[in-house]
């Protein structure tokens, strides 16, 4: 099911990229279709089976926050 990831505190495209490519490579389930510097977003796939709180370590294991899901 699509999804909306709020993020804040990424200032770069390098920081984005860090999202994408641990949002590819280390949760099974998610599949990334954007990722907005300027929006604090990412728009991804995922799983059900997928777990808020797995996507929120995730997320703030890179330094950044997990504001919210939509
Ligand atoms: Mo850019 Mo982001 O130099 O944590 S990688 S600020």
Request: glycine share 6%.
């Amino acid at each position: 099911m699509e999804k909306k990831l709020l993020i804040e505190g990424m200032s770069c495209n390098h920081c984005v990229n860090h999202v994408r490519t641990a949002l590819t490579e280390d949760i099974k389930g998610v599949e990334v279709r954007e990722v907005s510097l300027d929006g604090k977003y990412a728009i991804v796939n995922m799983d059900d089976s997928v777990k808020e709180e797995e996507l929120k370590a995730l997320i703030e294991d890179l330094g950044f926050q997990l504001i919210a899901i939509q």
